[in-house]
Structures are given as C-alpha cells and as structure tokens.
C-alpha cells in the first residue's frame, strides 16, 4: 500500500527502507543458502555452487539484474502502449511485493509495509522520468532523478558504508549514481527510437549491477566471514 509521506517522514522510511535492504540481502540470501544446505545433507544431489559465499553473490545478483530487467520491461511497454503493459507492470510490483514480503519474514508487517511504500516510490519515480522524457519535460526529468538520488543514492552509500567497514562510500555512491543514470539512458533511447541503443545500455548496466551486487557480497563475506564456513 502507498502511503503519502511528508519530506520529514520520507527521509526517515528512507533510512529504514536502507537499514532494511541491507537486513534482507544478508537475511534472505544467506537463509536461503542454509536451506539448500540442509537440503544437501538429506539428499545425493550436488551442492548448486562450491561455497556459501558463492551462493550469496548468485542471489545478490540475480535480485538485482532481476529489478534491472522487469524496471525497463515495464516502463518501455507502458510507454508504448503495449498490450502487455498492465502484465508487466504486475511483474516489476511483484518483484518488489516479494522482498517487501522477505522484509517482514524478518523484521514483522511493520518493516513490510514501509518497504513497500517506499519501494513502490522509488519505482514511480522512474516512471515519471520516462512519462517526462517522452514529453519533453527536462524540469520534471531532473526532479524524479533529483528525488532518487536524494531519497536513495546518497543515504544509501552512507548508510552502507557505516554498516560495514570493507565499503567506501563514495565509490559506492559514485557505482549507485552510475546506475542510475544508466537506466535513465535506456529510458532516452527508447524515447528517441534508438532501440539497438536501448539494449546494448540495458546488456551494460546488467554488467555494472552484477560488478556492485558481487562487490556488496565481498564486503558481506568479508564482515561475517562465520556465516559462510563451509
């Protein structure tokens, strides 16, 4: 459910949506790995990857180049007017209800609510960029990148910086930043017909999403090397 926040209280449920994402990638992915190894003992089947830190950075991975693809899947389809829009969009809020759901498997209804409302703002935001974009409005496309990197990016670095120790927080938030502009790209190339363009910037940022899950994963590892012994 959205909630209607005011700047006071968006940059709280920001913080908390940052505490929480960071509280889901190591919950969920590493959970995960533990179910897989009880999995393992009780059956001949082979382990899926030869160590636990190599399971973590395949479910940061995939989480994230997950997010990259259904983002441009649903906005070009509902930029063209496609008939699959509405199935798409379903997807890419989905995705987003599914973490949002792994949150409060963790944190309680509470934490699930905020991170839904926040992600599904961060998600909009996108939106009005490409609605923008095709228009022609340069103002409103600085402001919904103006409010992601205010709400997200910046915060974001931050925070995971002072969580853990083996980040720097301007790399991190120069790689952030760097994402976004790039999914900003595929939304002008798209616009603007250059669809080559698009997916050669979507195969690119794929790349660059999977180089900052992996390299969240390191640090991960490297702050509680416990969890992942094999």
């Known amino acids: 459910m959205y909630m209607k926040l005011n700047k006071s209280e968006s940059g709280n449920v920001a913080f908390i949506a940052i505490a929480v994402i960071v509280g889901v990638f190591v919950g969920f992915a590493v959970g995960k790995m533990m179910n897989n190894d009880d ?3 009780s059956s001949s089947a082979p382990p899926t990857s030869m160590t636990k830190a190599a399971d973590l950075r395949s479910n ?8 990259m693809s259904l983002t441009n899947t649903a906005v070009d389809d509902a930029l063209d007017g496609s008939p699959a829009a509405a199935e798409s969009a379903k997807a890419l809020y989905t995705n987003g209800n599914n973490i949002g759901a792994a949150v409060g498997s ?16 961060h998600l909009d935001e996108f939106v009005k960029y490409a609605v923008a974009d095709k228009s022609g409005d340069e103002a409103a496309k600085k402001a919904a990148l103006d409010t992601i990197e205010a709400q997200y990016t910046k915060p974001l670095a931050q ?6 120790p083996n980040i720097d927080e301007k790399t991190l ?3 952030l930043g760097d994402h976004v502009q790039m ?18 910037e979507l195969q690119t940022a794929n790349k660059h999403m999977e180089s900052i899950m992996s390299s969240l ?8 090397p416990a969890k992942f012994q094999n």
């Open 39 to 41: 999995t393992n003992k």
């Open 106 to 121: 963790v944190y309680g209804k509470e934490a699930e609510t905020t991170f839904n409302s926040v992600w599904k703002l």
């Open 173 to 175: 938030e120069t790689a």
């Open 159 to 164: 925070f995971l910086a002072k969580a853990n």
């Open 60 to 67: 940061l991975v995939t989480l994230g180049v997950e997010h």
């Open 183 to 200: 999914t900003a790209a595929m939304f002008d190339d798209h616009v603007q017909g250059k669809y080559a363009d698009e997916y050669a």
């Open 217 to 224: 994963a390191g640090a991960i590892v490297k702050q509680y």
